[in-house]
């Protein structure tokens, strides 16, 4: 399955080590005006090498755009794009062709597919996720056309967090340093430990925040489809990511209703809004007009830069030193990754919103 | 939208204080001996008013299965099914007819429709979860006809917690204590602190655990369709879910990839087998043959037997005092939801993944 | 696969020979009043027993409404409905329980599923089609409030046939005839074969035409989803339908260019028209603000009052003798499945449609 | 909507006048070995400017393929392509940039989102079915591995034509000449027919038909996502194509049952086989083993080569004389389309049978 969404469909093609990666944006409406640098800039945060934080591997990643836009604005036709791998050296995959890297999807796609493209991890790689970004900014170009924005920073490496903000935090914020850690005195002990851990030939896991404002109340689906399934569903199919909570989240249930509640007012325009925002802007699987604010828990990446113990593809037990170029921590170059696939489903969901009414 | 799945599907419906709530299962595999006294039993577990700790709503919760089955075996023919509702004393609703309960789907199903049904909660109450444990039975007579085995427990009740075990806890275990944690002791701690927050008209939250062994390696899907994604979306879907995690989950992601690693071996079977489990027995989104182990924290249900402030439906502030019938912690009665709706995610997972070889 | 649509989707379960056929209609829009006595008038149209032309099964088919619905208007929550069966002699059926009727689903049921329910064709009667009518009449009701009307008729019974009027006959000139064909004279001799092709315990197939007028231009899909496409996948899954053409359709397919192409003009309330109709409303998969008009072919159903050669399920020849009650011709109670399924199609396609634009 | 299919899935983009068009082929079982000439065979013979009676438009219509295969195997990943465009004259298209032309897809696109791409009809230009026979192409190789085999061919060009034969026929027959009509006589008659019509600037319509071999029973499914829905959906969402019937079609739509029958009976090999097929290899929506047989049909395209009545899109009378290059009559193209078309419905059907049973 390579395809996400129902009304606005994502589906993407292309391993680490092929000829190109792409994908076919589907479902976009007709009429909004797109800025194709903007896209390109959304896949540059993305881009390896960007910082001494991250992987090696030099890829320009530059989207070429085959379809769907006529003068510069969407004809709701599908958007097809191609993304070219420069930097790939299949060499340096030759010594794991017949083994089972630990931790990683080696084994699982020999078990699945019964072979498997083993070149930098084939299909496997997070190489893919750029695809995803492309296909998110064209989204987030919509969104912005709705008033709806999509903000996404790092609150966790390791075991340094920040709280959830109050607000979403400024794109300058985010951006003035490589760990896009709006705070700038955490952000700097983060870059320090990813810099410690990258010596140890070691790897680090953390979290992602999103904020998102402007989103109307009304979104989202009472049972199958709620809004946050729908997050859930679209965080967890980003590599590395084991857990996803929104609102007040897992550390939520450990409390008591009376402090949870979300009192509902009136605001000064007449809108209804909420005291606090417990829930995260979402009651009963649909959003309540307040900001959206979800977390994703981002595991450390299993390539170690030391000796682990395996087995190859015949079972034979087997000691694998790997190489290669992989980032040490992932949460940075996964901030636009989920920006993207938030923008996809609030899209497509906002979209499917239009049918609840006659 | 109230269908789940995509080769195995369950469409649902039904309302609090309609005249029954069931649903269609479609895609059952032909040829599963069902027991309907299983059904039944399954949903006896999640029926209100099996202990104190749960709503004193009485039903008797009666399915009757349609179709789909012939002299006890399963066709391959759509089951229709229905529960009657009983005990739904409309006129406790009356009261909040044009209130907005706060941390309710009240607002949002207005925003969202322009009506609502405003009795007992109408589709938005959990009440709708009874359906999906007929179809979740249905679902794990055919996985164990496969060898799969699903089991989920309380593993927290607000602070009071375990730790995700090692192995499955038998079901005598789990059955053995009204809380459905199956460690005896902390399971008293947990049904005194539930009586007690009943006792302060308030609610507490918790976590339900699950373990499932038996499922082969190989199933699940690279990008999209991934198994934790598949589950995250499942479990976010249940009501009052606010968090899922696999393997090590949101702990896993503080700590550094050398710590996390599983590393592979070949068991005396011949089989490969990892000597650690932190993966949760999904690896690149696919099943690697390990359990697969998850966690799904629940908020503290909004329902308070105290004042409450809020708007009705025309903005004007008011004081709520809910009235009805409503279960102090969810958790106890979350653990035959969380079981049915992992039955059908994995069922449906394992049909997909049918065509991934020639 | 037991569901239809994308967002207004229908669900159907039952067998003829079970407790009770049923559905769920899902996405249907909030805000629409319905009227369940319309509902039950449409199911009563397709009754078997209404007329010496069909079979002498008598069912009251009452429908029973379960949810979906709060004071007479939807809600935008799950309809769920049963239709109890009455008249189900299952003794009628048991001679055939290990014969495969020639022409009948006995042996693909068998072959797709290794087992089937014999009583009276199980899943493959069209005794089903009762619950699409049901889901029909609700899109009819949200489509009439929309200002889409749908008109199916009777234009072919064996080699008698007429041509495709230029604009829908009324229901009255319809519903005066049991064969439900608007010419009364061609009728008359439609209905005098069918008796004597009953006499003779044969069977006789024909054609059902349908026109459909207030659809605004525009609905409907350029690639994939092409109205055209739509509708054909609904008609083709009529039980004994065989064949489907649009606008000109088939005898269109011999002509020149020149002579089938439809000028615009703009009509005197400035909207664009067509001067003809041979594109039968759709242009490029999408609709164009003419009547859209198409005609669907139903074999003779293959149950005989006669001797037949066939096998058993061991592969041995043996000779079939059918009893049970059958109509000598389908097109008649044909006329409410191909409106239900024509009006469940359009409404779908409009509420995607909503989604084409910013 | 431009994905088809459920399991095996196809997404394609792209205009007559863009870059390039392509698409993604997702759920390939992974284990087929694929010819790349093979793929580009197919396209070849959907190539514009093969013989006289096509357009003059000369593409290469070169296939890259981009991901998925793994030294010559597909992987089970996705399989992206592009297909450059190379001669697309945009000059040729600037005189009708705001004219509605008669029975195409300028007005209907405008009326659905509001804008169009004009040039050479955009997306609803069938250039877009190139990318269907790339697709198609993998498709086959696959159901060739199971023992399927597809074959589509010419049977009418307007008024001429032939009757469905007893047998496939062999792909050198069909290739023997330019109208891929399996009877050379025939054949020889519509060329002339062909070359008079584009003399008069004219155009002109007709069918094509299609026999699929080595289909085991058992596949398709009863209600919805019967196989003959399928197929209809398929072949409806072809460019031009207004009809679709199987087995006897329209034709046995006029007959009594008695004469319809297929009678079973057990073949030399111990397999149940009919002794007619009027069925057309499908029964109560399943495949029963026999080939699979059906027609569509296809209009004459409208684009005429002579003055024309209509209006621009501010709906002023315009007279239009269409420059351009265009085919005469779409059927000997159509072919390698009907066939992709099929392919790619047999292999879905048969990965989604795989779930049917335990």
């Known amino acids: 399955m390579n395809t996400f969404g129902t009304l606005f469909r994502f589906t993407g093609f292309g391993e680490s080590h092929g000829a190109a990666i792409g994908g076919v944006i589907d479902g976009m409406p007709a009429g909004v005006a797109v800025s194709i640098d903007e896209v390109q800039a959304e896949l540059d945060r993305r881009r390896p090498g960007q910082s001494a934080l991250t992987t090696a591997r030099s890829e320009p990643d530059r989207v070429e755009v085959l379809s769907g836009l006529f003068e510069g604005v969407t004809t709701g036709c599908p ?27 080696d084994f ?29 900014a064209f989204a987030m170009q919509a969104l912005r056309a709705m008033g709806v924005k999509v903000t996404a920073f790092t609150t966790a490496v390791g075991p340094l967090s920040i709280p959830m903000p109050a607000e979403a935090p400024s794109r300058e914020a985010i951006e003035a340093n490589p760990v896009r850690c709006p705070d700038a005195e955490m952000a700097a002990s983060m870059e320090r430990l990813i810099l410690d851990v990258r010596a140890d030939g070691d790897t680090i896991g953390g979290a992602v925040s999103c904020i998102v404002t402007g989103l109307p109340a009304g979104v989202g689906d009472p049972v199958f489809g709620r809004l946050g399934a729908r997050l859930a569903d679209a965080m967890l199919s980003i590599n590395a990511a084991k857990g996803f909570e929104y609102g007040m989240g897992f550390e939520g249930c450990t409390r008591r209703g009376s402090e949870m509640i979300d009192p509902f007012y009136t605001d000064e325009e007449g809108r209804v809004a909420t005291r606090s925002n417990h829930s995260g802007g979402i009651q009963g699987g649909i959003s309540n007009g307040m900001p959206v604010m979800f977390r994703v828990g981002f595991k450390p990446v299993a390539t170690l830069l030391q000796d682990v113990e395996t087995i190859d593809d015949e079972g034979r037990p ?12 992932v949460v940075a170059r ?25």
């Open 108 to 136: 699982t796609y020999t078990a699945k597919y019964g072979l498997r493209d083993y070149r930098g991890g084939g299909r496997s790689s997070a190489r893919e996720t750029a695809t995803r970004v492309v296909a998110g």
């Open 79 to 105: 958007i097809g794009f191609v993304i070219r791998n420069k930097d790939h050296r299949s060499a340096d995959y030759s010594n794991v062709s017949h083994t089972f890297r630990p931790s990683h999807a």
């Open 334 to 358: 996964a901030v636009p990754v989920v920006e993207a696939m938030t923008a996809m489903t609030l899209l497509d969901a906002i979209l499917i919103n239009r049918a609840s009414r006659l």
């Open 318 to 329: 087997v000691m694998l030193h790997a190489r290669g170029r992989h980032d040490p921590c």
